[in-house]
């Protein structure tokens, strides 16, 4: 790996990043592009990757999976329900795990987390079940960790992810209503204990009123950096 280099963040939108590691390996979290109307036109299609995250199963969160993993060739890491599910539509490399697990994709790491939301799909106009919803602690080769919380209300046993993984960047949902607001969102830093928060899920449609500038003002006591993006905007 090359000395000095760092996380690379590009958000193509609501809760889609682009990282490429420290070590130059480039993941995919929750890829939703063609439907997504924050991401820009010129990133809706993604042809490199090496490894793709999917929280749970909700299309604003798994709806490009499949077309990116046909893409890429990229190994798909989600649920266990959830990554059968992507299998039986045709993704070669889905490897499902459950929460509590941890995994290598080569050199980077990934723990499964709780998260407080819902999963599943609808299809010929029935809800299909695809498994619980989660997060990633997700360790870089250089030991940096990050937390991506996927959906999910704040809960205290994030201070327990403190405890045992103390990821140092965090990425979370601020939206409310079908997620954590910014206030919430405050809280969940104070307990992670991180030096800086990626808000994501917010400003995507009209019910997603949650801002920065909100999270902003929150976390500012805590000393807690707020990494605001705009979609297809890249930052270290």
Known sequence: MAAGKRLSITWLGHSTFILISPGGKR????PWLEGNPACPE???KIDKADLILVSHGHFDHAGDAVSVARATGAPVVGI?????????????????????????IGEIAVTMTMALHSS????????????????????????????????????????LIKEFYAPEIAFLPIGDHFTMGPEAAAKAC??????????????TFPLLTGTPARLRELVKPLGVQVLELKPGQTAE
């Open 120 to 159: 599943g799909v609808v299809e010929d106009g029935r809800p299909i079940y695809l498994g619980e919803p989660a997060g990633f602690v997700i360790t870089f080769e250089d030991g940096l960790r990050a937390y991506f919380a996927g959906d999910t209300a704040v809960f205290g046993d994030m201070r």
């Open 42 to 44: 010129s990133m809706k």
């Open 27 to 30: 993941i995919v979290t929750d």
């Open 190 to 203: 104070e307990m992670l204990g991180v030096k800086q928060v990626v808000p994501m899920h917010w400003g």
């Open 80 to 104: 266990f329900e959830l990554c059968a599910w992507l299998e039986g539509k045709g993704v070669k490399k889905a490897s499902g795990m459950n929460i509590g697990g941890t995994q290598k």
